[in-house]
C-alpha cells in the first residue's frame, strides 16, 4: 500500500461532519489525545481502526485512504453520464456509473475526459438491420491502437474490447443508443451520437452512400 490516512484528511472529515476530537475518540475506542496526535502529524491510526474511522465519517475505506470523498449524483444510474477509466499501466478498463475511487496497480485512477471525434479520429456508422455497424479510421498497432468501444442508452451500456492488430470495428444493437464512445490509448476518449434523427435515412450519419465516400475522403486524406 504506497497511500495512508493522513491527520490532515481525518480533521477534514471530522470538521466536516461538526464532531469533535473527544467524539471522535469515544465512537473508536481511543483517547481524545491520540486523535490530537494524528491530527499534529505525531502519528497514524493503526490499520485495524482504519474501518472503524471510515463508518464514523459514513464512508468507504478506499474513500478514507484516497482522501477522496465520493458524491454521486448520478442517483437515477442514467448511462448516458457515465464515466470511463482506464489504467495506464496493464490497460485494464473500468466502467462506473457515477463517482468511485478506483486504485490500479497502486495508481489513483481518474475518469477521462470526452472529446467529439475530430480528422484523427473519425468513425463510420452504418445501420444494417437492427444493429449499428462502427469502424474507427484508426491505426491498430501495438504502440497505437484503439482500445474498446462502447454504446450507450439511457439505461445500458454495450460494450466491446479490442486490441492491437485486431480491427477496429463494433456492431451494437440500435436500441435507444443515443452515445457511441471509443478510446485511442494515446488520445484519449471520444464520442459522437450515432445518429440525429435516428429513423431519417436520408439525412442519418449511418446512410451507407455517405459512409463510403467519407471513407474516400478520410483515406486520401490520411493514406
Same mark, same amino acid.
Request: with cysteine; aromatic share 8%.
Given at each position: 500500500?504506497?497511500?495512508? %490516512?493522513? =491527520?490532515? #484528511? /481525518?480533521?477534514?472529515?471530522? @470538521? ?11 465512537? +473508536? ?59 495506464? %499501466?496493464? =490497460?485494464? #478498463? /473500468?466502467?462506473?456509473?457515477? @463517482? ?11 475518469? +477521462? ?63 435507444? #443508443? ?46
Amino acid at each position: 500500500m504506497n497511500q495512508y %490516512v493522513t =491527520g490532515a #484528511v /481525518i480533521k477534514e472529515l471530522r @470538521e466536516k461532519n461538526k464532531m469533535t476530537q473527544l467524539q471522535l475518540a469515544e465512537i +473508536l475506542g481511543v483517547s481524545e489525545k491520540t486523535v490530537s496526535k494524528w491530527e499534529r502529524f505525531r502519528g497514524l491510526p493503526d490499520i485495524t481502526l482504519l474501518e472503524p474511522i471510515a463508518n464514523a465519517f459514513r464512508i468507504s475505506v478506499t474513500e478514507l485512504i484516497s482522501g477522496n470523498t465520493i458524491h454521486n449524483a448520478n442517483v437515477s444510474a442514467n448511462m448516458l453520464r457515465s464515466k470511463f477509466y482506464v489504467c495506464p %499501466v496493464c =490497460g485494464n #478498463v /473500468i466502467h462506473s456509473m457515477g @463517482e468511485v475511487a478506483i486504485h490500479c496497480h497502486g495508481i489513483q485512477l481518474v475518469p +477521462l475526459e470526452v472529446e467529439p471525434t475530430d480528422e484523427q479520429h473519425m468513425i463510420f456508422i452504418e445501420r444494417v438491420e437492427d444493429e449499428y455497424y462502427v469502424r474507427v479510421d484508426h491505426s491498430m498497432t501495438k504502440e497505437h491502437y484503439i482500445s474498446f468501444m462502447a454504446a450507450a442508452s439511457s439505461d445500458n451500456m454495450q460494450m466491446v474490447k479490442l486490441y492491437p492488430e485486431g480491427s477496429a470495428e463494433a456492431r451494437f444493437k440500435i436500441r435507444g #443508443v443515443r452515445r457511441i464512445f471509443f478510446y485511442c490509448n494515446r488520445d484519449g476518449l471520444f464520442s459522437i451520437d450515432p445518429v440525429k434523427g435516428i429513423d431519417d435515412k436520408e439525412s442519418g450519419y449511418d446512410n451507407s452512400d455517405e459512409r463510403r465516400e467519407l471513407e474516400q475522403i478520410a483515406t486520401r486524406l490520411f493514406g
